[in-house]
């Protein structure tokens, strides 16, 4: 796991998890992050599993899925589709946000 730190704290703009070592850093499964990347919840550089790498961003995102399958007792699908919803939620409250912060004053 300290690899994976270091890679991450070296060169923030530039870190690139391999997948053993997003794995080891997350906490879940090769093929818990597979499901992942099929759903399209992480992307990946490589064109084939054992070349992949991983952005920074990609470590939060395995991070919180862990939690999710850990606390509630989900196989991969149902963490992803967790992930998709959690996401798709937190995408209608920046839109809400936004145009309330549109809205004229005297309509708030």
């Given at each position: 796991m300290q690899e994976a730190c270091d890679a991450l704290f070296m060169a923030p703009d530039d870190a690139a998890l391999t997948l053993a070592q997003l794995s080891e850093a997350?906490?879940?499964a090769v093929e818990q992050i597979a499901v992942l990347v099929d759903y399209g919840l992480l992307r990946t550089?490589?064109?084939?599993?054992?070349?992949?790498?991983?952005?920074?961003s990609a470590l939060v995102i395995a991070k919180r899925g862990g939690r999710l399958a850990?606390?509630?007792?989900?196989?991969?699908e149902g963490m992803a589709l967790a992930?998709?919803?959690?996401?798709?939620?937190?995408?209608?409250e920046r839109r809400l946000r936004w145009l309330e912060c549109a809205l004229p004053a005297e309509s708030r």
């Open positions: 997350s906490g879940l550089q490589g064109d084939e599993p054992a070349r992949w790498t991983f952005s920074a850990r606390h509630f007792d989900l196989n991969a992930l998709i919803q959690l996401e798709r939620i937190a995408e209608l």
